[in-house]
């Protein structure tokens, strides 16, 4: 299956003040996560953004806040988003693609992505995009999410499925902005 725009939802798992210091290669997890907010923002695929315990684990990342200010934000205590049921009336319940990004992989997006296919939904968790403490465990999550029909993607693939097609205004400009 294809991401689709039309069909798809961008999901922002946790990427707090207070977790992503601690996150191996945090910056390339949270430079990739902007990445991915801009072009969703761009074409016009809705976000949404978790934060677990805000409160004592800091909220969502300035530059990540900056570039998701349009967003739907919701707050959660469960491990996974969707098991804490906040997803209730959001763009992540209404589309059939969630495109999952964040801290850490083999705990709240692992856990979140789990319970969102059994739900039924196509879930695709952006590889470069998602970080753990140690490497070990976020491969560890990738390895089980695959064995449950989780796909593992690139930022790119998300970026090229959802233009679907070269020579148009929307591909020269995120091309020109995104693609390097």
Known sequence: ????????????????TGL????????????NCVWLAGVANRLGVPTVVTEHFPEKIGYTVPRLKEVTAS???????????????CFKGSAVEDRRQVIMCGTEAHVCVQQTALELRWAGKEVFVVAEAA???DPANRD???????????????REMVAFEWLQRGGTSQFREVNRDFIR
């Open 140 to 154: 560890l999550a990738y390895a089980r999410m695959r064995s449950h029909g989780i796909e593992i993607v690139s």
């Open 20 to 31: 992503a210091p601690a996150i191996h290669d945090g910056e390339q997890v949270v430079d």
């Open 131 to 133: 970080g753990s403490r």
């Open 1 to 16: 299956m294809l991401m689709n725009p039309e069909k798809s939802v961008l999901l922002i798992i946790d990427v707090q």
């Open 71 to 85: 967003a739907l934000y919701l707050g959660k205590q469960c491990f996974s988003a969707q098991a804490d049921g």
